[in-house]
Nanobody
């Protein structure tokens, strides 16, 4: 069982930055691929970014590529999402997710956090 707790959300003006963090329980953190998803009102949850267990592979949605960076620290059981040059359309609840094996862009993840709100004003 893995428990995920996100933090770092908040409100920021367009062009600003935020850093989200996700803390995971358990002693096998490196065996999980980690991802960030987001969901805004009236829309389906969408893939944002992912990272493999030993950070050898990352993936990004086209909408955030070049602005967001995902990273992880296996010694601290954490995964982070650095978000730069934020836009109003980045406003959403951001979720951390974990799955055994390789990361995917679909919602097929084993564990999910409770989400953290990010609001970007114009």
């Amino acid at each position: 069982q893995v428990q995920l707790v996100e933090s770092g959300g908040g409100s920021v003006q367009a062009g600003g930055s935020l850093r989200l963090s996700c803390a995971a329980s358990g002693r096998t953190f490196s065996s999980y691929a980690m991802s960030w998803f987001r969901q805004s009102p009236g829309k389906e949850r969408e893939f944002v970014a992912a990272i493999s267990g030993y950070s050898t592979s990352t993936g990004y949605a086209d909408s955030v590529k070049g602005r967001f960076t995902i990273s992880r620290d296996n010694a601290k059981n954490t995964v982070s999402l650095q978000m730069n040059r934020l836009k109003p359309e980045d406003t959403a609840v951001y979720y951390c997710a974990a799955r055994s094996g390789y990361w995917r862009r679909s919602n097929e993840y084993d564990y999910w956090g409770q989400g953290t709100q990010v609001t970007v004003s114009s």
